[in-house]
């Protein structure tokens, strides 16, 4: 069942990070937050809308087993992962990331002048061990308005 929550139910949260902060809006239990009513909703694990200062860095942390999908809604997001490759995501872009078996990245903010604004989804991968892998896609304003978009799907095709 779809349950419509009201925006002052949803867990806030100002986290201190390297070089700056992070403003959290998070829809589902994540890091310190629990709520047993709010864990997930099917393969749906995290749905965060994630707000950092100029220059703020998430700094490289540990991932396994999940699937990820970044939309930069404001700004400049960079992803690092842990040899340093990583790439740019502007504003409208999106990214998908396998994590599979274990990946570190961090996710910082390009800018040094300007907030930076992201929503980050996490779901259940369809089976364990998979390779990681990143990738992104330039979506221009005329692509994504008035219109709903396939970004990402689990047989790519309607992505």
């Not at 867990?11 to 994540?30: A, E, K, L, N």
């Not at 961090?106 to 089976?127: C, G, H, L, Y």
């Amino acid at each position: 069942m779809i349950a419509v929550r009201k925006p002052e139910s949803i867990f806030q949260t100002d986290v201190p990070i390297q070089g700056g902060s992070c403003h959290g809006r998070w829809h589902f239990s994540f890091d310190r937050y629990f709520d047993p009513e709010w864990v997930r909703f099917g393969t749906l694990r995290v749905f965060n809308d994630d707000t950092l200062t100029p220059g703020a860095v998430w700094p490289l942390h540990p991932h396994r087993e999940i699937e990820v999908v970044t939309y930069c809604a404001a700004g400049e997001f960079r992803h690092a992962d842990e040899n340093g490759e990583g790439g740019v995501l502007k504003e409208g872009w999106v990214q998908h990331t396998t994590v599979g078996r274990g990946m570190w990245h961090s996710e910082i903010n390009n800018r040094k002048d300007a907030t930076m604004r992201f929503i980050q989804m996490w779901f259940v991968p369809s089976a364990p061990g998979l390779e990681p892998s990143v990738e992104q896609r330039a979506v221009e304003r005329a692509e994504r308005t008035d219109r709903f978009l396939p970004l990402v799907s689990a047989d790519d095709r309607d992505a």
